[in-house]
């Protein structure tokens, strides 16, 4: 079993920089998937973007992509997300979610240990 514990959320103006990481507690992330989907208050929740630990391969959500980054960090045993040039309509929960099978995938249903989440607020 892993247990993904999230960390880095926190309040920045429009245009700031935030850094979100994801640790494991129990096991390494060798031959997963972690991926970061996020929810805003009275919105489903949605997919953020995804990294396949083994590959390297990652994907983004349109509404994300250019302006966020995921990475892994093999020796913390880390993922972490860069979020650039944020705007106010990223202000939600941000969850790290684990697919201990390891497929590549967007969906909420391939995930299976999910982190307590952490907030992002962006102010106009």
């Known amino acids: 079993q892993v247990q993904p514990v999230e960390s880095g959320g926190g309040l920045v103006q429009a245009g700031g920089s935030l850094r979100l990481s994801c640790a494991a507690s129990?096991?390494?992330?060798?031959?997963?998937?972690v991926g970061w989907f996020r929810q805003a208050p009275g919105k489903e929740r949605e997919f953020v973007a995804m990294i396949n630990w083994n590959s390297g391969s990652t994907y983004y959500a349109a509404s994300v992509k250019g302006r966020f980054t995921i990475s892994r960090d093999n020796a913390k045993n880390t993922v972490s997300l860069q979020m650039n040039s944020l705007k106010p309509e990223d202000t939600a929960v941000y969850y790290c979610a684990v697919d201990t099978v390891g497929r590549s995938s967007t969906a909420r249903y391939a995930y299976n240990y999910w982190g307590q989440g952490t907030q992002v607020t962006v102010s106009s």
């Open positions: 129990g096991r390494t992330f060798n031959n997963y998937a």
